[in-house]
């Protein structure tokens, strides 16, 4: 906001204490507007793993939830540690950290169409990533006022160039393994990527 003084026919001409003069050089009339203090990277402790989920902007305040109590929640429930990353004003995506222990002590149960479940071991750090995943589905279901059931969805993580290299695997033989084993379309994406990121990481989209 601007904040500007002027004087009818003043007696002299002086500068008021504690406000800068628009008549000197070096003077202005308007405040500078306070930057907004640079986020720092998390530190990743032994034995735990990092993900790094996309999603759109619209989005992350249903992620997040009223004072944070959404977020609060999936920490909570996962032991993850959850923050959404800063990113460029014209980004239509943000990125969303998840940190958690990278042990096997959690169980999900994956459903097949026919409702079949099985039970398989996971780790904190990827249950917490199912269920932020889940979370960003609920709110895309709410918002656009829709059923999921079996429609299909799309999942992006950011990955370094090494991890995608090992996702896709020497001559492609693990991501196509990954692809016949889940019948997912699975794509390692390396230009036109997000603002919200940059090279050397890659987007994986299942």
Do not use: W, Y
Request: one cysteine or more; glycine letters at 8%.
């Amino acid at each position: 906001m601007s904040s500007t003084s002027n004087f009818l026919s003043p007696p002299t001409k002086r500068s008021i204490s504690g406000l800068p003069d628009p008549n000197h050089p070096n003077g202005s009339s308007k405040r500078a507007k306070p930057s907004k203090p640079q986020q720092q990277p998390l530190p990743i402790p032994p034995g735990h793993v990092a993900f790094r989920l996309l999603c759109n902007s619209s989005r992350i305040g249903g992620v997040i939830g009223k004072s944070g109590a959404v977020i609060k929640i999936l920490q909570q429930s996962t032991g993850a540690k959850i923050r959404i990353e800063d990113s460029p004003n014209e980004s239509p995506d943000r990125v969303i950290m998840v940190i958690a222990s990278s042990n096997l002590e959690r169980k999900v149960v994956l459903r097949s169409n026919s409702g079949d479940g099985e039970a398989i071991e996971v780790s904190n750090a990827q249950e917490a990533l199912l269920k932020v995943f889940d979370r960003i589905l609920e709110v895309a279901a709410e918002m656009e006022g829709i059923v999921l059931g079996d429609r299909t969805v799309s999942c992006r993580l950011v990955a370094d160039t090494a991890q995608a290299g090992s996702v896709i695997g020497k001559g492609g033989k693990v991501v196509e393994k990954i692809k016949k084993d889940t019948a997912c379309k699975i794509r390692v994406c390396k230009d036109n990527l997000p603002a919200c990121i940059s090279s050397p990481d890659e987007v994986i989209e299942v």
